[in-house]
């Protein structure tokens, strides 16, 4: 069993320091114009666009003869503001079973803090009066200020100074807290096919999940019953409560492959909402009442809400029943499974599957949402218009609450065929270890080299030292490891009788080496001299394996055991890369980088759009790299027992320049999904990737 643990402390970039200061005078701050009921003026769109200055800079109430000018806004720093901060602690275990499976457990804890906050200072402290019927909800604005028959209403009556709008001080008090749990279980055939399946539950709690956009959209994204200065812990908008995974992989060929790649996540919360400010703070932020049907004082309120609880899906209805009578909780209700299917062949063949069929049998006009990220309504409730006396809200019940259906806002994933094909024509040409063995030139300069490849001349002085680089002795690890392995003096005797005898035959198949390439003269043909060289090297390699049979004989079970996977994949007990130089470079693959801009969603505060987005690329770069990886370990398979490191195949792993401009690009799609202060916040080792 393998056990990983890690512990780590991470810190974002302090916009403070980023900004260069606020504004000297408000006069060139920004300002707000709030016109409402008769002050609205009637806007002319083609007079605005040919002359700008005609766009309304105040608004005149015709009732009262009152001129309403713009107000400045503000933005602050609290004293106390610093960059945000996050406590991570993880474990994991590992086990391999009945063989051909690996089981694995990880979980992990993200404790955010210093996440960043807003209060609006010029909001009153009291309200002016509160609705009796949505459980005495606050409201900031004089009664008599609000139009009674829209229920609109301004947040400068809601000022502690009427010269200002929103005063916005940034503050860095708010946290979050993030538990995962992942199971997962891996199978590994000898013909190279692979299967993943994960299950993940995530539970992450947040008094604020702002991601994007500007910081007076609701005080920074966060819903509001009461008080919107108040700090309230709820369900993360950024959790996906369950996620399952499934890959599988076949090599269908040594060139081709299948991958298909299936995922089922819970779905999205989300909050219901009013359509309009209803407190008068100024920010479309306010949770809905959900209204009883059976003790709704309006009629027409109590008949829509039974209407709505009847159609609704199950989950929305189970949501809105449970809250009957008060007001909603902030992301109390969560949008419907999000299933996502991809085949990949070769490198790949569809992006969105489901999507590219749901147009296909329903129609452009018709589309169920089959592979798109869906997102919920959350409007449950539209202002009708307002009773001063009864101090009331009259509400219009949106009927499509927690569809999704049209709720993407006609941003999609589009449905992508791809298909891409590769012929290599002429003989192939030797290795560049190979040609490095004849020391030709073109071995250190990385050149393609070619069917009439020419040598580089006379032997190299070093060719033994070159020969042992090919064909390492397994025994001198082994005995290296002799304290950790506990070895015996009995043991270590064997052990170097075996390392003397291998010694001797590795000599013996250097000096058989040595001549052919001298008899193949100055100047050979690389390809000819290759395939001479060739059943030297496999019997060089088969010696090795002999070698290693007879230490293993010498080993007990736990020692045996106990040696690096390179070493014992050289007898045959695992399947997968065979060459020890192989697995070496498979072990120096470039990580996933979307995967590391995904761990630290908490501190980059991204949005659920945006997490959904990236984890697409990430699938996706998952998928392109992965094929190559099967297309390796087929062809080292299928070569033979124990093939010549140095076939073509073999060498195209994604350490190739062709593999890291996958990297590039799909960092360059995360660099688009991003806001510029989110791109700006990943370390430079990710950044570097794409300049």
């Known amino acids: ?80 503001y610093g960059a945000p901060r996050a406590w991570r602690a993880s474990l994991g275990l590992q086990q391999r079973l009945f063989g051909a499976y690996t089981a694995s457990v990880d979980a992990s804890y993200a404790r955010g803090v210093s996440q960043y906050g807003f209060r609006d200072l010029n909001l009153v402290s009291a309200p002016r009066f509160t609705l009796p019927d949505e459980a005495n909800r606050p409201v900031y604005v004089p009664a008599d200020s609000i139009v009674p028959t829209s229920g609109a209403l301004s947040v400068l009556n809601s000022r502690v100074n009427p010269q200002f709008g929103q005063v916005l001080a940034i503050s860095s008090d708010l946290r979050s807290d993030t538990r995962q749990l992942t199971i997962a279980i891996n199978r590994a055939t000898r013909r190279g096919a692979t299967l993943q399946l994960s299950y993940t539950l995530t539970r992450a709690r947040d008094q604020s999940s702002f991601s994007c956009c500007a910081a007076s959209q609701g005080f920074a994204a966060p819903t509001t019953a009461g008080d919107p200065n108040a700090r309230e812990w709820a369900t993360s908008s950024l959790e996906r409560r369950h996620s399952l995974l499934a890959i599988a992989s076949y090599p269908m060929s040594a060139a081709l492959g299948v991958t298909l790649i ?81 085949v990949q062949l070769n490198w790949r063949l569809t992006v969105n599957l489901l999507g590219g069929l749901d147009q296909w049998l329903h129609g452009p006009a018709n589309l169920q949402g089959w592979g798109f990220a869906a997102a919920p309504d959350p409007i449950l409730l539209y202002v009708r218009d307002f009773d001063p006396g009864a101090r009331q809200f009259h509400y219009v019940v949106n009927g499509r609450f927690g569809a999704t259906a049209g709720a993407n806002g006609g941003v999609t994933v ?213 094929p190559v990886m099967d297309s390796v370990q087929a062809q080292v398979r299928w070569a033979g027992e124990h093939p010549d490191p140095g076939l073509p195949d073999v060498q195209r792993l994604p350490t190739m320049p062709g593999d890291r401009a996958r990297i590039r690009a799909a960092l360059e799609r995360a660099r688009d999904t991003l806001t510029p202060y989110q791109w700006a916040s990943l370390p430079d080792t990710l950044r570097a990737l794409v300049r």
């Open 1 to 80: 069993m393998d056990a990983r643990r890690a512990l780590g402390r991470g810190a974002g970039n302090d916009p403070a320091r980023r900004r260069g200061g606020l504004p000297e005078r408000l006069a060139n701050a920004e300002t707000q114009l709030v016109c409402i009921g008769s002050a609205v003026p009637t806007p002319d769109w083609t007079s605005y666009m040919q002359d700008p200055a005609t766009i309304p800079s105040q608004c005149v109430d015709t009732a009262t003869a009152l001129t309403v000018g713009p107000h400045p806004n503000a933005t602050v720093f609290d004293p106390g």
């Open 262 to 342: 299936g995922r089922l996540t819970s779905g999205v919360p989300f909050t219901p909402l009013v359509g309009s400010d209803l407190n008068g703070d100024g920010a479309r932020n306010d949770r809905a009442f959900v209204f009883d049907p059976a003790t709704a004082s309006d009629t027409a309120v109590g008949s829509a809400m039974r209407s709505l609880l009847v159609r609704s899906p199950p989950g929305v209805r189970s949501c809105l029943q449970s809250q009957l009578g008060r007001v909603a909780g902030r992301n109390s209700c969560a949008g419907p499974w999000q299933p996502e299917f991809d």
């Open 414 to 626: 589009p449905f992508q065929i791809a298909v891409q094909a590769r012929m290599a024509i002429g003989p192939v040409a030797p290795s560049r270890r190979v040609r490095a063995l004849l020391g030709e030139p073109a071995a250190s300069g990385g050149g393609g080299g070619g069917g009439a490849d020419k040598g580089g001349g006379a032997m190299p002085a070093d060719f033994a030292a070159r020969v042992a680089v090919i064909l390492p002795s397994p025994i001198s690890p082994i005995l290296g490891l002799r304290d950790s392995l506990r070895l015996s003096a009995d043991q270590v005797r064997r052990l170097r009788r075996i390392a003397d005898s291998l010694d001797a035959e590795t000599r013996s198949v250097t000096d058989s080496l040595q001549g052919q390439v001298q008899r193949a003269g100055e100047h050979p043909d690389g390809n000819r001299l290759y395939a001479q060289l060739r059943p030297i090297l496999a019997e060089g390699r088969a010696h090795i394996r002999d070698a290693l049979q007879h230490a293993r004989d010498a080993l007990t079970p736990h020692q045996w055991a106990s040696l690096p996977d390179t070493l014992r994949a050289l007898v045959g007990e695992r399947p997968g890369l065979s060459h020890p130089d192989v697995a070496a470079r498979v072990a120096h693959i470039p990580p996933n980088p979307i995967s590391a801009i995904l761990g630290s969603r908490d501190s980059l505060r991204l949005s659920a759009d945006q997490v959904v987005r990236l984890q697409r690329i990430a699938d996706s770069l998952e998928g392109e790299t992965r």
